[in-house]
C-alpha cells in the first residue's frame, strides 16, 4: 500500500521518522536523503512524522463577525433545518449572507450535514392541527465576545415558515413583538 504525499513533498514517513531519531549532523542527513538542510532541521524539530495542515490555523470567515457565526451556529443547531431554510430564515437577521458564506461556517463548526434518519423509525403520531397562524416559540442562548444574546425562533406549526430575531434580553414582551 503507497503512502499519500503532497505534490512537493521531499521525504516520506520513514524518512522523516528516521532523520527524527538519527544523531548525524544536518548537513549529512541532507547530503545521504538528497534534500535541503532546512528541509532536515524542520523534521528533527517536529515530534510527528505527518504532514501539517496547509492553510490559516485558526480558520474564520472575512464575510460574517463571529456574533454572526454564532448566531449561525446556534439557529442550525437549535432548528436542524437544511441549508436553503437556514439561509431564508437567516437573511433578515443577517443581510449579507449568502448560500456559500452559510455553507462554509456550517462546515467549520462540523454541522454542514444533517444528521441521517435511520430507515427502521417508529411510527410517529400525527401532530395536533393548528389554525394558520399558530407559532411555536424557541429561546437559545448565544455566547458572544460582547457577552449573552438571545435568539427567538418563531416556527409556523401550519407552513413551516421559520423566522429569526436577536435581542439582549428574553421577556414575554420580546418574544410577543
Not at 516520506?12 to 536523503?33: D, F, G, N, P
Not at 523534521?43 to 457565526?69: C, F, I, M, Y
Not at 436553503?84 to 437577521?93: F, G, I, N, S
Request: hydrophobic share 35%.
Amino acid at each position: 500500500m503507497g503512502q499519500v504525499l503532497h505534490g512537493s513533498a521531499t521525504t516520506t514517513e520513514a524518512v522523516r521518522r528516521a532523520i527524527q531519531h538519527s544523531q548525524a549532523s544536518l548537513r549529512t542527513l541532507s547530503k545521504r536523503y538528497g534534500i535541503n538542510p532546512k528541509t532536515v532541521a524542520k523534521w528533527k524539530k517536529r515530534t510527528s512524522v505527518a504532514d501539517q495542515r496547509t492553510g490559516p490555523k485558526d480558520p474564520h470567515s472575512t464575510v460574517l463577525s463571529p456574533e454572526n457565526e454564532a448566531v449561525v451556529v446556534s439557529f442550525r443547531r437549535h432548528t436542524l433545518l437544511p441549508l436553503d431554510d437556514c439561509l431564508y430564515a437567516l437573511q433578515a437577521t443577517i443581510p449579507h449572507l449568502t448560500r456559500s458564506s452559510l455553507h462554509r461556517c456550517l462546515q467549520r463548526h462540523g454541522i454542514s450535514r444533517l444528521p441521517e434518519v435511520d430507515g427502521d423509525k417508529p411510527k410517529r403520531s400525527r401532530f395536533k392541527a393548528y389554525p394558520l397562524g399558530y407559532f411555536h416559540i424557541d429561546l437559545a442562548e448565544v455566547h458572544t465576545a460582547e457577552g449573552r444574546l438571545y435568539l427567538l425562533v418563531a416556527i409556523d406549526r401550519t407552513t413551516k415558515f421559520a423566522f429569526v430575531e436577536l435581542h439582549e434580553k428574553a421577556t414575554r414582551r420580546v418574544a410577543g413583538d
